[in-house]
């Protein structure tokens, strides 16, 4: 079957949790079928990227992707003239309609295209194929209401208010569109089908991993936490923040020589601030290669308050048999059974108790580094969650009949 697969980002290195997300599925994919990879690409991306991604796929084709302040407030311009979606609209570039009508006109129609988050969705609407999937990391109409929801009143909650509600209609709209929407947990089904309206088929396909060799050894010298994620990401930072203010001087007060270390590329000033004020915190920034540092970590922290989707981060820790204390938002939609694959805590004093138990109980920490790693190899393996690619590749797709698809509001697609 020839694939064409649309991405955001260039899904390698495995240096962030969508880049996880999507290796997983195109390595699949490309390991059953013929796959043209159709992606965005940065100045910064690794150069490896390229050759690699090559060695897997039938082809790969880029179109860079710039942003800056001055871009993004022309995009919110146009987003306040025409109720359009401000996310979606910064994603829009002539360029990437243009590469795909090449392709088209080169290789003729494809047997199915993948879209690969909702960013690209409107450029799927395009291709001429068999089979429709849209694969969603988060519902973001969904993530966006929870990050608003922690916000002070002011431009920047009344802004993000306005952006999830557009949202919520353009993820409706494109639920008419796909023959297939890929959704990574129960939750993120349920609300998306809150408001899809429509006869597209919501599948849930967790997010998939590599599980490797086994757990990777590691040895702490002290009480040492770490926290991994993409520091520019709002909801990583709140969580770090509202951890090293609220719930890391608890923890210190008992275990003066603990450490924490924050790893994750573009951290704003005010967490980089934080190593400035106590001597025990460690902010790196990007690390091409995180693996000294989980070697000498003793616990993974993931105290998300605003998330949709799944972490990476965290099925990555438990293959390679790293603690995580984690809150509830943090763990949603992975089978994890809490106290024994990881615990859970939503409070400072919670969190930072749970924290304490796994720096000072090596039982108790051995025990939940066993059970993460056989969770992992048993659930969250990609070559066994990614066969249900397989019944939806080969399935018929549904007779769609809907004002959407006959004449009713048109899209970026039609508009871009």
């Given at each position: 079957?020839?694939?064409?697969m649309?991405?955001?980002?260039l899904?390698y290195?495995?240096?962030s949790?969508?880049k ?18 159709v992606s965005?690409a940065?100045d ?8 690699h991604?090559k060695s897997l ?5 880029t ?6 302040p ?15 979606p401000f996310?979606m ?5 002539p360029?990437?309609r ?5 392709l ?5 129609p ?9 960013n690209m969705?409107?450029y799927?609407?395009?291709v ?7 694969d ?8 966006c209401?929870?990050?608003?929801a ?7 909650r009344w ?9 919520r209609?353009?993820?409706?709209e494109?639920?008419y569109?796909f023959?297939?929407?890929l959704?990574?947990?129960e939750a993120?089904?349920a609300?998306?089908a ?6 597209a088929?919501?599948?849930?396909m ?5 599980p490797?060799?086994g757990i ?5 010298d002290?009480?040492h936490?770490?926290?991994l994620?993409t520091?520019?990401?709002p909801?990583?930072s709140?969580g ?5 203010h ?6 210190r ?9 924050i790893?994750?590329a573009?951290?704003p000033p ?6 400035a004020?106590?001597?025990s915190?460690?902010v790196?920034?990007y ?15 993931v105290?998300?308050?605003a998330?949709?989707?799944m ?12 603690p995580?204390v984690?809150?509830?938002?943090g763990c949603?939609?992975?089978?994890v059974v809490?106290?024994r694959?990881?615990?859970v ?10 924290a304490l138990?796994?720096?000072?109980d ?24 990614c066969?249900?690619?397989?019944d939806i590749?080969s ?6 009949s809907s004002?959407?698809?006959t004449?009713?509001?048109q899209l970026m697609?039609e508009?871009?």
């Amino acid at each position: 079957m020839r694939v064409l697969m649309l991405t955001q980002v260039l899904p390698y290195p495995l240096d962030s949790g969508p880049k996880f997300k999507t290796y997983h599925v195109l390595r699949y994919l490309a390991e059953r079928h013929e796959v043209t990879l159709v992606s965005f690409a940065r100045d910064d991306d690794d150069p490896r990227a390229l050759s690699h991604l090559k060695s897997l796929c039938q082809a790969v084709h880029t179109v860079p992707m710039t942003r800056s302040p001055v871009q993004d407030t022309g995009y919110m311009l146009v987003s306040l003239a025409t109720n359009r979606p401000f996310l979606m609209l910064r994603d829009e570039r002539p360029a990437m309609r243009s590469l795909i009508r090449q392709l088209i006109a080169e290789n003729g129609p494809f047997d199915a295209v993948h879209a690969d988050q909702l960013n690209m969705a409107a450029y799927a609407l395009g291709v001429p194929a068999a089979r429709r999937v849209l694969d969603e990391h988060n519902v973001l109409w969904a993530l966006c209401r929870r990050i608003c929801a922690t916000l002070p009143q002011g431009p920047k909650r009344w802004a993000l208010e306005r952006e999830w509600r557009l949202l919520r209609r353009y993820e409706r709209e494109m639920s008419y569109r796909f023959d297939a929407i890929l959704t990574v947990s129960e939750a993120d089904r349920a609300m998306l089908a809150e408001v899809a309206d429509g006869p597209a088929r919501i599948e849930i396909m967790p997010i998939a991993i590599d599980p490797g060799a086994g757990i990777l050894p590691r040895h702490p010298d002290g009480p040492h936490i770490l926290h991994l994620g993409t520091m520019f990401w709002p909801p990583n930072s709140d969580g770090v923040l509202w951890f090293a203010h609220q719930v890391y001087p608890h923890i210190r007060a008992r275990l003066p020589e603990v450490r924490f270390s924050i790893v994750g590329a573009d951290p704003p000033p005010e967490v980089r601030a934080l190593a400035a004020e106590d001597a025990s915190i460690t902010v790196t920034g990007y690390l091409a290669d995180a693996e000294p540092v989980i070697r000498c970590s003793s616990l993974l922290i993931v105290p998300l308050r605003a998330g949709s989707g799944m972490r990476v981060k965290i099925l990555n820790a438990l293959a390679q048999g790293l603690p995580v204390v984690t809150t509830t938002i943090g763990c949603e939609g992975i089978a994890v059974v809490a106290g024994r694959d990881l615990l859970v805590a939503d409070t400072p004093e919670e969190f930072a108790q749970a924290a304490l138990r796994v720096l000072t109980d090596e039982t108790l920490a051995r025990t939940l580094s066993q059970n993460g790693r056989r969770l992992v190899e048993q659930v969250y393996d990609y070559r066994v969650v990614c066969r249900q690619l397989d019944d939806i590749y080969s399935s018929q797709p549904p007779a769609v009949s809907s004002p959407l698809l006959t004449g009713g509001p048109q899209l970026m697609a039609e508009n871009g």
